[in-house]
Nanobody, 118 residues
Framework: VQLQASGGGLVQAGGSLRLSCAASGRTFSTYFMGWFRQAPGKEREFVAA????????SYADSVKGRFTISRDNAKNTVSLQMNSLKPEDTAVYYC????????????WGQGTLVTVSS
């Protein structure tokens, strides 16, 4: 699986951005997909994830209620809608794929930079 993230940019606090991740590979629909982020000087952290079968989702507490993850298996894409952005959301955002029956995200996109100005 190859992943290509896009949609990052500069936005003012309170604004919105939509990140997209395009995946290649015939088995995309069976993978658990996630978004992570890494702010300058900080470790990479989990943001959101979505299951492959029932579309179940999970979110970091810091983004719950503001971010929404979704996927379109027909188009091999996963998206992250980010609303009410805060300066602390500034980071490089990565999409990742976890093969079925595993506990590790094995495939990673190249990252897209999100900058939120105050």
């Amino acid at each position: 699986v190859q992943l290509q993230a896009s949609g990052g940019g500069l936005v003012q606090a309170g604004g919105s951005l939509r990140l997209s991740c395009a995946a290649s590979g015939r088995t995309f629909s069976t993978y658990f997909m996630g978004w992570f982020r890494q702010a300058p000087g900080k470790e990479r952290e989990f943001v959101a994830a979505i299951g492959w079968s029932d579309g179940s989702t999970s979110y970091a507490d810091s983004v719950k209620g503001r971010f929404t993850i979704s996927r379109d298996n027909a188009k091999n894409t996963v998206s992250l809608q980010m609303n009410s952005l805060k300066p602390e959301d500034t980071a490089v955002y990565y999409c990742a794929a976890r093969p079925p029956s595993t506990s590790t995200y094995r495939y990673w996109g190249q990252g897209t930079l999100v900058t939120v100005s105050s």
